[in-house]
């Protein structure tokens, strides 16, 4: 399968690693739009968040986990957020499910609407 994503996690395409176990890898993102902008996503292919299911949605705990071990790991504990962008409105562009990790700044809460849904 052709996916960025698949590839960074099994290293054909390079990325800069943050953690790494059987299930799930992290690396930081190429774009940050924080001091800190990790991407966590999991090994096995899953295309956004709508196709998270009975079957595969164990990994997401996990992702959790794992999001809350990097942030006592980076002392970011007292502030972080967690998103991901599921679907072309969302501004989802790669379609393997990922995490968006962000922290290092305070941040204010809304949604930026590019453009009006039809
Ligand atoms: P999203 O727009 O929510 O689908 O997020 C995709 C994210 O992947 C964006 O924040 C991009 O900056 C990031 N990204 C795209 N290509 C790479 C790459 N080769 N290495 C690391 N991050 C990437
Ligand atoms: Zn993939």
């Known amino acids: 399968m052709d996916c960025l994503f698949c ?3 099994n290293g054909e395409i390079p990325s800069t690693k943050v ?3 059987e299930k ?12 800190i902008h990790y991407l966590i996503i999991p090994k096995e292919h ?3 968040a709508s196709a998270i299911t009975a079957e595969n949605s164990a990994v ?4 959790f986990e794992v999001a809350a071990k990097i942030a006592k790991d980076e002392g970011i504990s007292d ?3 967690i ?8 501004g989802q562009t790669v379609n393997h499910l990922h995490f968006h990790l962000l922290a ?3 941040m204010g809460w809304g949604v930026e609407a590019v453009n009006p849904v039809e």
């Open 104 to 106: 290092g700044v305070k």
């Open 24 to 35: 799930v890898f992290c690396f930081k993102d190429i774009a940050p739009i924080t001091p």
């Open 83 to 90: 998103i991901t962008n599921c679907g072309e409105n969302a």
């Open 19 to 21: 953690y790494e176990d």
């Open 60 to 63: 997401v705990a996990h992702i």
């Open 46 to 48: 899953i295309s956004g």
């Open 79 to 81: 502030g972080f957020r």
């Open 7 to 9: 590839k960074i996690a």
